[in-house]
């Protein structure tokens, strides 16, 4: 098995709250070695090194955590999931979270379907596009969190994302420090579809590398009208 360094990230964690136990540091071993076994095979990361998956990967999720607090067995939706991230990170902090991981492509659900077993954790995976996902009644506003990292600009990301939250729950998008004018372009996109102004929280990973929380509260339902096709959503984002 590869070894990972935790040491650096123990205490950052520890300043907010979670504590990196045994088990949790053993089932981020488990699923870093099967991130760089698959990888080999599936494009999942151009992230291999062990201590970048530590700090960009798993501290990057992690952070989550020290502004976002999820209730107990809360629902999660993690959209365009890729190779797990956030939401197989969040699930091995909180098993008791209700993880939903959703990807267009099968052979990243394998991956997953894998990472579960060997950890032995519990998720519902569902291959879908997010624009058909979101008009199922058994997904559209069915969660207390929806959540993505690096999937969409953020207007597009909006209208994607915000479908499937109940009233009262949150979106929250993972983004690089540049994020300032990807919001200011969304406003009109979290008004359009029941979302409240957002909340941007900055984060530090290593140096000078941020990471920036964009959370917003759905406070009415979203119009049945949305999302719309990917096609027209690119084409023509809510403003």
Do not use: W
């Not at 729950?169 to 969304?186: Q, R």
């Not at 984060?203 to 096609?231: M, N």
């Amino acid at each position: 098995m590869t070894e990972f360094d935790f040491s650096p990230i123990e205490p950052i964690c520890r300043s907010f709250g979670v504590e990196l136990t045994r088990e949790i540091k053993t089932r981020l071993s488990i699923y870093g070695d099967l991130l760089i076994e698959y990888n080999k095979s599936v494009n999942l990361t151009a992230i291999v090194e062990p201590s970048e998956i530590v700090i960009k990967h798993f501290l990057d999720c992690i952070l989550f955590f020290k502004n976002i607090c999820p209730k107990e067995k809360s629902s999660i939706i993690d959209i365009g999931t890729g190779a797990g991230f956030p939401g197989v990170v969040l699930l091995i902090i909180r098993p008791d979270l209700k993880l939903t991981l959703m990807d267009a492509l099968e052979k990243r659900l394998n991956f997953l379907r894998v990472v579960l077993k060997k950890t032995g954790l519990s998720a519902t995976l569902v291959h879908s596009r997010a624009e058909d996902g979101a008009k199922d009644p058994l997904y559209r506003e069915q969660f207390d969190y929806a959540t993505a990292r690096a999937v969409a600009a953020l207007p597009v990301l909006c209208e994607l994302s915000i479908p499937y939250i109940k009233v009262g729950g949150y979106f929250v998008a993972m983004k690089g420090d540049a994020v300032d004018s990807e919001v200011a372009k969304a406003n009109g996109a979290f008004k359009i579809l029941g979302a409240d102004n957002p909340s941007v929280y900055y984060e530090t990973l290593t140096g000078k590398e941020k990471r920036a929380f964009v959370v917003s509260k759905k406070i009415s339902q979203t119009s049945p009208k949305y999302p719309r096709s990917f096609a027209k959503i690119k084409k023509n984002a809510l403003k």
